[in-house]
Every structure is written in structure tokens, then in C-alpha cells.
């Protein structure tokens, strides 16, 4: 069973402040996507890294997928209350035709002003 | 572009009534289509994939159905529902192992 490990899973920090998200497995994905998710709303895609060792940046948001294709990371620099919101990592196994992906348990992110 | 939509936003239902929950997208054709269930804060749990019409796969054995009769239609139904089938309803379109798109939800709360 493939399972993806997200930590931490609560963070609270001061606008402006620095952050790394991880997302951790031992099975191999095709593709990784990160989405961010508002209360009572649904989550809304980020990026998608395919690549082992590929780095996306999204202006504040950098996004990495390890070279073994395992685990990946996002980092958001000088955190802004707008950041707010629900992180969850999603990897991408089995049949590239059924498109099923595993979720992680999620990242409750809050940016105090 | 494409859109995803879900109906109703929120429903209340007592124990032992039945559900339905539609989804339908505009705007692609021949989408995979999926139903998740999200507890409060927490991630997503795949309940049905669906790869084209009247072509159903069960994730988790449960007191739910899927069916999908149409091409861009996906409903979520149960005969009787338990408490326990209360909780954020999210139905997602995709293509192949990227990126899936989600539509609003729906809460259900089950009394």
C-alpha cells in the first residue's frame, strides 16, 4: 500500500517567517502534485512535478521533487496571511491510465499579521 | 475552459435516508472522474474511480454507490445512510497520472 507521510502536520508562524512542508514516502510516483485547499472549498492544484530532482517555482512558493522520486518538499518564503490555508501533497501510482492518486493527511498552515 | 460542478453545496440528512450527489463537468470529454470523501482538516480518501460510462471501481467497501451514466455525470448514491457517512464530498476530473481538478463540495451531516 503506498502511503504518503506529510509533516508537519500544524504550523503557525508570523508573516514574513519561512517555511518547509515535506511530504515523504517509501514507494516510487510518476507525479507529485501539491494543492491548497480553503475551508468549505475545494483544493486547488499548485504545480506538478514529474522529474525526479525538478524544482518549480511558483513567485513565493518553491516546489522540489526528490531524485529518487519519493518525497518532496515545498518551501514558502516570507509567508504572507493570504498563504493561509490547507497544503496537501498527492502521488501519482499504479496505472497512468486510472489517474488514482494517494493523498497525504495534509499541512493546516496559519500566517498570523 | 473547463468547469466542475456539485450540487447540493449542503444537505442534512437523518440516518436511514437516501442520498444522492451529482457531479457533472463542461468543457472536455471522456474525463476520468473521481469521488473522495475529506474528514475536517484532513486529507482525501478515494471512494470510486471512474475511466468512462458505466465504468465503476470501488476504492473502499462501504455503504456507498457510484455510477456514471452519462459521460460528464458522476453520482454518489446510498440506499440508507449511517452517521458515519457524514463529511466533505468532493468529486475530481483528470486525465491519466497528472493533475486532477476538483469541484466545491458538498457537506453532508448525517443526524
Known amino acids: 500500500t503506498q502511503l504518503l507521510e506529510q509533516s508537519p502536520q500544524f504550523l503557525s508562524i508570523q508573516e514574513g517567517e519561512n517555511l518547509t512542508v515535506y511530504c515523504n514516502s517509501s514507494?516510487?510516483?510518476?507525479?507529485l502534485q501539491w494543492y491548497r485547499q480553503e475551508p468549505g472549498e475545494g483544493p486547488v492544484l499548485l504545480v506538478t512535478?514529474?522529474?525526479?530532482?525538478e524544482v518549480k517555482k511558483l513567485k513565493r512558493l518553491t516546489f522540489q521533487f526528490g531524485d529518487a522520486r519519493k518525497d518532496s518538499s515545498l518551501h514558502i518564503t516570507a509567508a504572507q496571511p493570504g498563504d493561509t490555508g490547507l497544503y496537501l501533497c498527492?502521488?501519482?501510482?499504479?496505472?497512468?491510465?486510472?489517474?488514482?492518486?494517494?493523498f497525504g493527511q495534509g499541512t493546516t498552515l496559519q500566517v498570523k499579521p | 475552459s473547463q468547469t466542475i460542478h456539485q450540487w447540493p453545496a449542503t444537505l442534512v440528512q437523518p440516518v436511514g435516508s437516501p442520498l444522492s450527489l451529482e457531479c457533472t463537468v463542461e468543457?472536455?470529454?471522456?474525463?476520468?472522474l473521481y469521488w473522495y470523501r475529506q474528514a475536517a482538516g484532513r486529507g482525501l480518501q478515494l471512494l470510486f474511480y471512474?475511466?468512462?460510462?458505466?465504468?465503476i471501481s470501488s476504492e473502499v467497501p462501504q455503504n456507498l454507490s457510484a455510477s456514471r451514466p452519462q459521460d460528464r455525470q458522476f453520482i454518489l448514491s446510498s440506499k440508507k445512510l449511517l452517521l458515519s457517512d457524514s463529511g466533505f464530498y468532493l468529486c475530481?476530473?483528470?486525465?491519466?497520472?497528472?493533475?486532477?481538478?476538483f469541484g466545491p463540495g458538498t457537506r453532508l451531516t448525517v443526524t
Open positions: 498527492a502521488g501519482a501510482g499504479g496505472s497512468s491510465n486510472t489517474g488514482k492518486l494517494i
Open positions: 514507494s516510487v510516483f510518476s507525479s
Open positions: 471512474s475511466v468512462g460510462i458505466g465504468q
Open positions: 468543457g472536455t470529454s471522456n474525463p476520468n
Open positions: 512535478v514529474v522529474t525526479g530532482g
Open positions: 475530481a476530473w483528470g486525465f491519466g497520472y497528472l493533475e486532477q481538478y
